[in-house]
């Protein structure tokens, strides 16, 4: 993007100094499932990550989902319910994934009344402002830099399976030459941002739903002058075949999501080819 955009594979080298803050950002509604309490978790949310250089800090925004109104496309294939406990065992798992980090953590939640903040007991929580998604990232983004004059990083809860090293390598970029990091998903968005500093402008007049999102924030960052950097590809849980992709990673041993991997080995989605 005219000069500024750069890309460094297999970069995994974690910040020497600095502290990185994390937000979980997503809309929901109520979760009732048979047999169990009512609980919150996050629907197409996103993680911003604080980073400063003499304090450890993350921030996670999530929803408060229900049947049939959270991650309908995999409903489609699981039942409602079966989606809606798989989206709430993504949410404990990441959070467990998040907690030894070296990020301070606080989750950005919907609607405001939600009593979201009992699913992540003792977590910082915020309440979700906004009409759409780029107005919900804005606000979210906003208030961390009001509160905390330092780089962020956002990225999905639909990602439960975001690489550590990615994590690290976008705080060590935002920390040195990068004004803006971009995790590409395989779907044209991307799974996590980061920003050295204020940037509404990335989240206004952008597709979102759509397999331009990544593309038209690169453009708009190009035109600002804003340096880039890309961070290996991933992908977003919105699909049954992404579930058939998480299963192998764990499988593998790439990541540990145990309530995400018992509902996997329980027969939660066929495998597909």
């Known amino acids: 993007m005219n000069g500024m955009f750069t890309r460094t594979a297999g970069y995994t080298r974690r910040a ?16 009732y499932l048979s047999h169990r309490p009512m609980f919150l978790a996050p629907y197409d949310f996103q993680v911003l990550l604080d980073v400063e250089f003499d304090e ?18 995999l409903a489609r294939v699981l039942g409602p319910e079966r989606a809606c406990e798989l989206f709430r065992a993504f949410i404990l798992d ?4 998040l907690r030894p980090l070296p990020y301070r953590v606080t989750w950005a939640y919907s609607p405001p009344a ?10 910082r929580c915020r309440a979700q402002r906004g009409r759409d998604l780029g107005a919900r990232m804005a606000h979210a983004l906003a208030a961390e830099f009001a509160e905390r004059r330092r780089p962020v990083l956002v990225i999905g809860a639909d990602a439960p399976h975001v690489p550590e090293a990615s994590l690290a390598e976008a705080a060590t970029m935002l920390c040195g030459r990068a004004d803006v990091v971009l995790g590409p998903a395989a779907d044209g968005g991307y799974y996590l941002i980061g920003l050295r500093a204020p940037a509404p402008s990335l989240f206004t007049g952008i597709p979102w739903g759509t397999d331009g999102v990544l593309a038209a924030t690169l453009e708009r960052a190009g035109v600002r002058g804003l340096r880039t950097h890309l961070l290996p590809s991933s992908f977003d849980i919105d699909e049954a075949n992404d579930l058939v992709r998480l299963r192998a990673l764990i499988a593998g041993g790439h990541v540990d999501l145990p309530r995400t991997a018992l509902l996997l080995s329980g027969g939660c989605v066929a495998a597909r080819s």
């Open 16 to 31: 020497a100094t600095g502290t990185h803050g994390m937000v979980v950002f997503g809309t929901g509604v109520d979760c």
């Open 56 to 73: 450890r800090g993350r921030l996670t925004l999530a929803g408060y989902p229900v049947p049939g109104r959270v991650k309908t496309r």
């Open 94 to 97: 990441l959070a467990d994934r």
């Open 114 to 123: 939600a009593p979201f903040p009992r699913l992540v007991g003792g977590a």
